[in-house]
């Protein structure tokens, strides 16, 4: 069974855009676990431009054994830049999983997996506060197996595939990713670490995904917040017309 951790981001970049307290990251957290995700998956970018401290922090106290939505299996995983004010907040919040990620200031999303052999000192330093508060800790790479070999050496137990090329490509060109990806599962398996994938995925480009051997672990964000609107948009309009006749 793969778990799924919804990355409710884009649900902080709607509520961002008014400053109101709607919608609220939360009560978005319940809606997935109670729908079957087992996780809650967010970024805390060091500009905020949508998920904030204090997001991170009402979320520790909703997700896993002691919080307040009794689902004891669902974790919080917080993606994040390796750097010192970060592993501050990992000490502070204490997530239960750690995702590095590269980040630079003027990308739109996450664009491209982390060098984990140049930033070998940084991820280091995060490792050892994951430590400190018993957080797992998984790095966001490309399928690169020179990547994954370095991962358990710097603290990592978990790596997570950069799946963007693979969904932006022309479905043709699709297998040659894919078996990229299977020959980085079983390298990932033989070295003893969890397998993850993420970043671009949706409803129509996950089953192959999902196929790959060994595959634990998806992180979804942006489709599912779109599949959100679109689905919801009607009844919000039926409720709001209801409201003015009433
Ligand atoms: N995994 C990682 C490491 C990411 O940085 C992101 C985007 O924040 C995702 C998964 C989710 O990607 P998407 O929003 O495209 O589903």
Sequence with gaps: MI????????????????????????????????????????????????IRDGDVERLRAVLGPNGSAGRA???????????????????????????????????????????AIATRGAIERVAAACAEVQARLSLFIEADPAQIRVAPELGAVQVELHTGHYAEAAPPERPRFLERFVACAEL?????????????????????????????????????????????????VRDLLLAMKR
């Design 3 to 50: 778990r799924l951790h919804v990355n409710i981001d884009h649900v902080a970049t709607l509520r961002n855009q008014r400053d109101t307290s709607y919608p609220d990251i939360v009560q978005a957290a319940e809606l997935c676990l109670e729908a079957g995700a087992q996780g809650i998956t967010v970024h805390l970018r060091e500009d905020r431009r949508h």
């Design 73 to 115: 299996d669902s974790i919080l995983n917080l993606e994040m830049a390796a750097t010192d004010e970060m592993c501050e907040i990992v000490r502070r919040i204490r997530p239960d999983m750690v995702t590095l990620v590269p980040e630079k200031r003027n990308e739109r999303t996450t664009e491209g997996g982390l060098d």
């Design 188 to 236: 990932s398996h033989e070295l003893g670490l969890h397998l993850a994938a993420g970043h671009g995925l949706n409803i129509e480009n996950v089953g192959p995904i999902v196929a790959i051997p060994h595959m634990a672990e998806l992180n979804i964000g942006h489709s599912v917040v779109c599949d959100a609107v679109m689905k919801g948009l009607g009844q919000a």
